[in-house]
């Protein structure tokens, strides 16, 4: 049988009556070796925005040795998969059960916090032990990002001194963490929230090894086209520099959605069309959740042997399921002649796409295929890859 290897080959090929999902191992592939050789420090992989076993081995080949895990199931699944990465938990609220198996199972060394309650319990979970990395969560402002991450976790920093002396208190190394929300459009995010580090740092007289600058680090979507990751870098690298914190003083980030959404993609069918409204067979309770939750715009594109000569117009799409919320504003611009029986691609959903699946109302995934042509946009076009590093065509199980 002839190989899928693209988007438009697949459709053709399978005639899926299932949504299938695309996965572009040399797009991730070029996203951390992007990370790995130009972020000024080191880079971990935010393994929420997609667990998938096979992203997080690519990620690895591509130089990313450092992952950032959220859950206890997290740092299990990393550690199987990745004996020798060091893993940080970073989520702020952790079960105690979950911080005394990480620290004593997994060689976890690394963890955040945002109060002194926490503070007393990654101590009392880890039997004081005296080799942690703890990094104080700060409050920082979601102004310049599409999704915030402003209300749940981070101490103001008018109260972040006590903390942070406590800290250094319990600490072989103290970090001062932060995450100034995702997909943030300009680098300005970061060096106000490296303002407020600095203030912090100043009202506590604590002497700070790690600063770790968070996620955020956008990716390209209809209507929110980024400036290039490196001025990013650059802003990010002069504010750390200005910090006043010791030479030896290490600079982390933690981008999820950067390094993972050009990874996937979806062929999804169109079931029935009702003028400007495509029922398609992928929604809400699928790879789609951002899609319909937060009105996020994704790329999508007809895919049909004769490409269609008809003008782009505005469509929405309702989902598969019975359920009124199944529902993607959009708009998806596509040709005025989308049919029932059409197969659409829609793109850069590798991140917090896949990873959001559910089965409900039976409607759950189909197969999953490794292509080799380009995302449907790219942050990191001219990035030299070497081709034998890149996974050989074949079906995965993710
Ligand atoms: C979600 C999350 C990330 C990743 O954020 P992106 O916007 O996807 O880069 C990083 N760190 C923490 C603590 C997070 O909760």
């Not at 089965?359 to 189909?366: E, K, L």
Request: glycine share 8%.
């Amino acid at each position: 049988m002839h190989k899928p290897y693209n988007a438009l080959g697949v459709a053709r090929d399978t005639n899926p009556s299932q949504p299938v999902t695309l996965i572009r191992p040399h797009a991730a592939l070029r996203a951390a070796r992007f990370f790995a050789e130009k972020f000024p420090g080191t880079t971990m992989y935010a393994v929420k925005a997609n667990p998938s076993p096979d992203l997080i081995r690519t990620l690895w080949d591509g130089g990313i040795k450092v992952y950032d895990v959220a859950s206890i199931a997290e740092v299990r699944l990393v550690r199987e998969l990745l004996p020798d990465a060091t893993l940080c938990f970073m989520h702020p609220v952790k079960a105690p059960e979950a911080i005394a198996e990480a620290y004593f199972e997994h060689g976890v060394r690394t963890f955040s916090l945002d109060n002194l309650e926490e503070l007393a319990k990654v101590v009392a979970a880890t039997k004081g032990a005296t080799d942690l990395t703890l990094c104080v969560r700060l409050r920082v402002s979601s102004a310049h990002s599409k999704l915030s991450l402003a209300s749940k976790f981070g101490v103001g920093v008018e109260d972040a001194a006590p903390l942070l002396m406590a800290a250094r208190q319990a600490s072989d190394a103290l970090g001062i963490c932060f995450h100034v929300g995702s997909q943030a459009m300009s680098p300005q995010a970061y060096s106000d929230a490296l303002s407020l580090v600095r203030a912090a740092i100043v009202s506590a007289g604590v002497t700070v090894d790690v600063i770790d600058v968070g996620g955020g680090f956008p990716s390209i979507y209809p209507g929110m086209e980024p400036g290039e990751l490196t001025r990013y870098f650059d802003v990010i690298h002069a504010a750390f520099e200005a910090l006043p914190i010791s030479y030896s003083a290490e600079l982390w980030c933690e981008p999820g959605r950067a390094l993972s959404a050009e990874y996937a993609s979806i062929i999804v069918r169109v079931e029935q069309r009702r003028d400007d409204v495509l029922y398609i067979n992928d929604g809400a309770y699928g790879a789609l959740f951002d899609a319909a939750h937060v009105d996020w715009r994704f790329p999508a594109r007809l895919l049909r042997d004769t490409p269609s000569h008809t003008k782009d117009m505005a469509f929405s799409f309702y989902g598969p399921t019975c359920d009124d919320m199944d529902f993607m504003r959009g708009p998806f611009m596509l040709p005025a002649d989308v049919q029932a029986g059409d197969y659409l691609e829609i793109g850069m959903l590798g991140a917090y796409g896949s990873a959001m699946r559910t089965a409900f109302n039976g409607f759950t995934n189909g197969d999953t295929v490794v292509v080799t042509d380009e995302p449907m946009d790219s942050a990191y076009g001219d990035t030299e890859v070497t081709p034998s590093v890149v996974t050989p065509i074949r079906k995965v199980n993710s």
